[in-house]
């Protein structure tokens, strides 16, 4: 069934094609036509070219002949402007072949395939333009277990500062830069996502975040393409820092910044 469906898009393609070479053959014969036939009977070298009638010097005669004459340049200039108009409908029947070739639309399911999608994933092995084989993206993900609550490695600042850029790029869109859940496309109508201050997600670990920037959940979609995996536990890293920074109290200030927080001062 799917090679049929196939082939009758294939046929369909090629007869579109034929019938637009057809289309453009007709369009430049009449083109090359038109040119021909305004060039040899153009009125300006019509006139020219005609003999003098053997007529006599009287009035009545020299009438009839510019009345002849007139009605030839007419006719002829009439017959030049239908030429004109036939071979410019000839043009907008002309068929583009690549705007008329075999597609589909995007999302739109294919019965070539046997997962039925017409948007296909990257072959495995490819590398995508401007980057090499020492990417972790085009790699598969490593294994976790999305119920840890620790990082696969030393957090520090320099991982916090990672993550907060990341997150800056990729998830403030629809989350907000607060985690809130106000994100600029949500304000313009898409799917509001639940904010990182919900009970629910302040008791989830830190697993729980990598695990669905790397499969997806929900109205998400996977992100495992766009952010490295060690940039997916950065950014978990951070949307735990700002969920601690909703709630902390000046107890859970480092004793040497303190005083600089009392003061007025900013902690670095």
Known sequence: MRIRSH???????????????????????????????????????????????VLTRSKNNLGLFRQSRHNKERSQRRAGRLLLLAGALAFVGCAQQMGHQPHVRPLEPSAVFPDRQSARPPVSGTVVSGYTRTNHRLEPSPSFDPNTDSLPFALNLDVLQRGRERFGIYCSECHGLTGEGNGIVVQ?????????YDPRLRQAPLGHFYDVMTNGYGAMASYAAQVE????????????????????????????????????????
């Not at 294939?10 to 090359?32: D, E, F, N, P, Y």
């Not at 313009?188 to 990182?196: H, M």
């Not at 950065?234 to 910044?257: E, F, G, H």
């Open 229 to 268: 995996p060690q940039d997916r536990w950065a950014i978990a890293a951070y949307i735990r820092t700002l969920q601690a920074s909703r709630n902390a109290t000046i107890a859970d200030v480092p004793p040497d910044k303190v005083t600089e927080l009392q003061a007025g001062g900013v902690a670095r």
């Open 7 to 53: 082939n009758r898009l294939c046929l369909k393609g090629r007869t579109r094609t034929w019938i637009g070479s057809v289309q453009g053959a007709v369009a430049t014969w009449l083109v090359i036509s038109m040119r021909y036939f305004l060039t040899i009977f153009d009125s300006r070298s019509l006139t020219r070219s005609l003999p003098l009638p």
């Open 188 to 196: 313009r109508g898409f799917s509001r996502p639940p904010s990182y």
